[in-house]
T-cell receptor
Framework: AQRVTQPEKLLSVFKGAPVELKCNYSYSGSPELFWYVQYSRQRLQLLLRHISRESIKGFTADLNKGETSFHLKKPFAQEEDSAMYYCALRTKTSYDKVIFGPGTSLSVIP | KAGVTQTPRYLIKTRGQQVTLSCSPISGHRSVSWYQQTPGQGLQFLFEYFSETQRNKGNFPGRFSGRQFSNSRSEMNVSTLELGDSALYLC???????????FGAGTRLSVL
């Protein structure tokens, strides 16, 4: 079954500390993974996608097919990183669809 | 380019009533997906429409339905409202199914 899991519902880190938001997926095909972010009182928006292999706002994510993971990392957390983060998987069957994980609420403590 | 527009932004209804929510996608986007967002359950997929056809459906009762028009605008209808239907309903549009999704601000529904 196609599934996205984010084991941490809540994650608190101190400002300046490294942060890692975990994402694991279950999918037999070739995955395409995304991270979406929702800041307080803002719309849910795309943060990054694995095929771009880019760093956005200091965040990076590497797709590990062996571990079926797509963890989101940032070396030094900032207060403005506090938000809800969703990992999403694009599946390709007879037609594409996107499956979202349950989300992780990141709180950066000043 | 205008973003995804959802109307109305807020709704208050009573149990047993029905409600219709509207979503206007970004121009050129043919896929519209609907989600229910609650503090307890997070983001839950309702359904997706592409070129006026329902492509995918989440695990929600038949009281939740939707449709898409030829101009890609979509409506979602919830009949016989229950207290548990109180949530933020999000609409997302994309060029095609599975592409990057652009979300609207949502419609906050309160059922009393």
């Amino acid at each position: 079954a196609q599934r996205v899991t984010q084991p941490e519902k809540l994650l608190s880190v101190f400002k300046g500390a490294p942060v890692e938001l975990k994402c694991n997926y279950s999918y037999s095909g070739s995955p395409e993974l995304f991270w979406y972010v929702q800041y307080s009182r803002q719309r849910l928006q795309l943060l990054l996608r694995h095929i771009s292999r880019e760093s956005i706002k200091g965040f990076t994510a590497d797709l590990n097919k062996g571990e079926t993971s797509f963890h989101l990392k940032k070396p030094f957390a900032q207060e403005e990183d506090s938000a809800m983060y969703y990992c999403a998987l694009r599946t390709k069957t007879s037609y594409d669809k996107v499956i979202f994980g349950p989300g992780t609420s990141l709180s950066v403590i000043p | 380019k205008a973003g995804v527009t959802q109307t109305p932004r807020y709704l208050i209804k009573t149990r047993g009533q029905q409600v219709t929510l509207s979503c206007s996608p970004i121009s050129g986007h043919r896929s519209v997906s609907w989600y229910q967002q609650t503090p307890g359950q997070g983001l839950q997929f309702l359904f997706e429409y592409f070129s006026e056809t329902q492509r995918n459906k989440g695990n929600f009762p038949g009281r939740f339905s939707g449709r898409q028009f030829s101009n890609s605008r979509s409506e979602m209808n919830v009949s016989t409202l229950e207290l548990g239907d109180s949530a933020l309903y999000l609409c997302a549009s994309s060029v095609g199914s599975g592409d990057i999704q652009y979300f609207g601000a949502g419609t906050r529904l309160s059922v009393l």
